[in-house]
Nanobody, 113 residues
Framework: VQLVESGGGLVQAGGSLRLSCAAS????????MGWYRQAPGKQRELVAT???????TYAASVKGRFTISSDNMKRTVYLQMDSLKPEDTAVYYC????????WGQGTQVTVSS
């Protein structure tokens, strides 16, 4: 299973970015896909998840600003990030859970003040 992320970059505070993660090499529908992030010197933390049948969860720090969605046919998950803050700066990792857990390589998001 391979997860390929895209969409990271540098943006000013208040701006928006959209992350994408495409899964390949998987023959069953994922139970859950999601996004985690890790800032320098901090532990990796959950940002948002979406289950195969639709329910979503968000970290309190991003609720109302970030939106997770997925295209099950394309095995792709998206993270729309609006009203970005400098504290959102981190490497964002795509995660997929089916029979096992899989991680993407990470994509850098930098929000300047």
């Amino acid at each position: 299973v391979q997860l390929v992320e895209s969409g990271g970059g540098l943006v000013q505070a208040g701006g928006s970015l959209r992350l994408s993660c495409a899964a390949s090499g998987i023959n069953v529908s994922p139970n859950t896909m999601g996004w985690y992030r890790q800032a320098p010197g901090k532990q990796r933390e959950l940002v948002a998840t979406i289950q195969h049948d639709g329910p979503t969860t968000y970290a309190a720090s991003v609720k109302g600003r970030f939106t997770i969605s997925s295209d099950n046919m394309k095995r792709t998950v998206y993270l729309q990030m609006d009203s970005l803050k400098p504290e959102d700066t981190a490497v964002y990792y795509c995660h997929l859970r089916s029979l096992n857990n899989y991680w993407g390589q990470g994509t850098q998001v930098t929000v300047s003040s």
